[in-house]
């Protein structure tokens, strides 16, 4: 399963870490994924791919958040035992990011060095709740893609071809599903993590509440917010600001 599952294009099988990163919805791996690129050879990126798209493409999108933790933790849990690993997620990938550690942490006693957050609300935040609500059978196509227009981060002449808008629209939609069956109740459990918790986000972009975050874990966390919008992460000053600073945030995470 691992093979589908994670997009690696530099492996580095010495690197002393591993990051795992977590694409946004409506995406696949190929952003993320080049990151494996851009960092040195301490580091080396797996990009998450969710079913119903890219090699996927023939499988049925997840269900629900619980399908797509199962298939990620016992799919990388060798690779996740064997040396120290953080998680990257941006936006959707912030929530799964945050669902996976979760589930690691309660069933095997896993935790990443460093949680990177980018883009989402803290997972208990009362800012959830309206968007949990929305009825999707209700939200037209053509809403889905002025709001994904709004947000940028998909480039305009892909918009005008028909069957990308409506397999982007279907892959949105899905995607979101997903999103809606993500719980986190923070009063049912004590301070999950002692990793430290990184946040992003793009100064143009909505504000979200990140204080909750302070509230998962003992360890420090810290806040960013990089010029741009929800897709600020795509800018290549930006992009190189993140690198950077995750490199100098995990080499410091060593034992």
């Not at 990257?88 to 990011?97: C, D, M, Q, R, V």
């Not at 803290?122 to 002025?146: F, G, Q, R, T, W």
């Not at 599903?177 to 049912?188: I, P, Y």
């Amino acid at each position: 399963g691992m093979e589908k599952l994670v997009a690696c294009v530099h492996k580095r099988p010495d690197a002393l870490c591993r990051l795992i990163c977590f694409p946004w919805a409506g995406s696949g791996t190929l952003r993320l994924a080049q990151w494996g690129k851009l960092f040195n050879d301490s580091i080396e990126v797996f990009c998450i791919r969710f079913p119903g798209r890219e090699i996927r493409l023939n499988e049925p999108f997840a269900k629900d958040m619980a399908g797509i933790v199962n298939e990620v933790t016992s799919a990388l849990l060798k690779e996740l035992k064997e040396k120290p690993f953080a998680f990257f997620g941006h936006s959707l990938g912030s929530y799964i990011s945050f669902a996976v550690a979760l589930n690691l942490k309660k069933k095997y006693g896993l935790e990443p060095v460093q949680l990177f957050i980018s883009g989402a609300h803290a997972p208990h935040s009362e800012a959830i709740l309206p968007l949990k609500n929305i009825s999707l059978s209700d939200v037209k196509d053509e809403e889905i893609l002025a709001y994904l227009e709004t947000l940028g981060g998909i480039a305009s002449d892909l918009l005008h071809n028909e069957d990308i808008r409506k397999s982007l629209v279907l892959t949105c939609r899905e995607d979101f599903r997903v999103f809606q069956t993500f719980s986190f109740e923070k009063a049912d459990m004590d301070t999950p993590f002692s990793c430290d918790i990184t946040c992003f986000n793009g100064s143009d972009d909505k504000p979200y509440d990140l204080q909750g975050w302070k509230e998962i874990t003992s360890g420090d966390t810290s806040f960013y917010e990089l010029p741009g919008g929800h897709f600020y992460l795509l800018e290549p000053s930006n992009e190189h600001f993140l690198i950077k600073h995750i490199t100098r945030c995990i080499e410091n995470a060593g034992p």
